[in-house]
């Protein structure tokens, strides 16, 4: 185990300094300076934005009684971007700022939720019934009837947007 975390740090400074020796190489060092200070602050402000956006696409998931699949993976995504954006490096960055635009992030979202689809069927069932609608009930334990006949007694609530 701890072998594979150092290679994995290793492959990791090797890709960076490649990519930053190539932009340089290309472009000059005052401008890939530029390209990281610019990508860093384009970055930080995105990841502003995204989570505030995140977090209110959660909770309006959650005062609309649905389940927030999405909206938990999304901002999970958001923050994986942020945490990369951190980390210094050209590639790293690049990565970062894919996580945060909504068009990368639904596709790595696609993704992802498949992916733990196949690895756990039982999570593809969960998504499908949570985007059913919910039942309130109660649950009264009262002595059957004596003729036999079970009675169930309900009422009808109107869901959001629905008129009474």
Known sequence: ?????????????VVEIVALVALGSVIG????????????????????????RAAQALADAVGNRRVPTAEVT????????????????????LAGLLLLLPPTRSLVRRRLVSAAERRAPGLRTARIRSQGPVVDGDVVDEPAPSDGHLVIESRVVPGPGEAR
Do not use: Q
């Not at 060092?29 to 505030?52: D, F, P, Q």
């Open 74 to 93: 999304d901002g999970m995504l958001v923050a994986a971007g942020g945490v990369l954006l951190f980390v210094p490096g050209l590639v790293t960055d």
């Open 29 to 52: 060092l005052g401008w890939t300076l530029l390209v990281l200070l610019a990508g860093s602050i384009l970055g930080l402000w995105l990841a502003r934005r995204e989570g505030l």
């Open 1 to 13: 185990m701890r072998y594979w975390c150092m290679a994995f740090v290793l492959l990791y400074l």
